[in-house]
Nanobody
Framework: QVQLVESGGGLVQPGGSLRLSCAVS????????MAWFRQAPGKFREFVAA????????YYADAVRGRFSISRGNGENTVQLQMNSLKPEDTALYYC???????????????????WGQGTQVTVSS
């Protein structure tokens, strides 16, 4: 089993920044792809960003490309999501996920991730 715990969410004004962290523990596997998804009220969970097992290949949703950055922390035990230039439409519950790094990459599909955190709320409002 792999446990994921997110932190770093909160209330921020439009144009502000937040840094989310995902602590990974349990039977960790450095070959996992790691991803962030988000879900706003009344909407489906959507892909935000992912990186493959090595951390060299990174993938972003069009809505966040150029504003968000995903990275692995030291020792492969944390994954961060740096969010800049936040917009009200970024308001959502943000989830960290881990799953097989298929074909060396990272999937954008929720169904390809085996482990999920409980989520951390991000609210962008003035």
């Amino acid at each position: 089993q792999v446990q994921l715990v997110e932190s770093g969410g909160g209330l921020v004004q439009p144009g502000g920044s937040l840094r989310l962290s995902c602590a990974v523990s349990g039977r960790t596997n450095s070959a996992y792809a790691m991803a962030w998804f988000r879900q706003a009220p009344g909407k489906f969970r959507e892909f935000v960003a992912a990186l493959n097992w090595s951390g060299r290949n990174k993938y972003y949703a069009d809505a966040v490309r150029g504003r968000f950055s995903i990275s692995r922390g030291n020792g492969e035990n944390t994954v961060q999501l740096q969010m800049n230039s936040l917009k009200p439409e970024d308001t959502a519950l943000y989830y960290c996920a881990a799953g097989p790094s298929r074909f060396g990459g990272a999937s954008r599909l929720t169904s390809d991730y085996d482990y999920w955190g409980q989520g951390t709320q991000v609210t962008v409002s003035s």
